[in-house]
């Protein structure tokens, strides 16, 4: 499984935190994976968080269950947000956030360009096979660059 793949689950994870999710793989290796859950909202704004209290209000992602105390991203925009890891086709993970928060601010980038997420899915050495195996997941993949 490559960096880019999506997965969904099925209904194995129905009354889990995992229903419904859609989940993009940012990280695939022989250490485990990581991703984001990319359709859930989260219920507060970006402006309601309060080193972020002066920004205009833009829509966070539910990202997963792990490390909730901290605000990842992934964007479109290589050209205005520098220092990404290229993820798969334009998408890439992190850079340069405060850039990208004052381009936000600016209505230089939109949700089309840029997700934020609080928190992110990761599993150990293949443990998210297994639950492919098993099932739990559908496989599918980014279509033209767009989450």
């Known amino acids: 499984m490559d960096a880019g793949t999506i997965l969904k689950s099925t209904s194995l ?3 889990t935190i995992f229903e419904n999710a859609t989940i993009l793989i940012i990280e695939h290796n022989e250490n485990g994976a990581v991703g984001f859950v990319i359709n859930r909202p989260f219920d507060r704004k970006l402006n309601d ?3 972020f209290k002066h920004s205009i209000p833009f829509n966070l992602h539910d990202g997963g269950p792990v490390d909730r105390e901290h605000l990842f991203f992934i964007h479109q925009r290589p050209d205005l947000i520098k220092d990404g890891v290229h993820v798969h086709d334009n998408i890439y993970f992190g850079g340069d956030f405060k850039t990208a928060v004052k381009l936000i601010n600016e209505h230089m980038l939109t949700e089309t360009d840029i997700k934020i997420f609080i928190g992110y899915c ?4 293949h443990e998210l096979e ?3 195996t098993e099932g739990s997941w559908n496989i599918g993949s980014v279509v033209n660059g767009q989450w």
Not at 122 to 125: N, P
């Open 13 to 15: 994870l129905n009354d």
């Open 49 to 51: 968080l309060e080193e």
């Open 122 to 125: 990761g599993w150990d050495a």
């Open 130 to 132: 297994a639950e492919i």
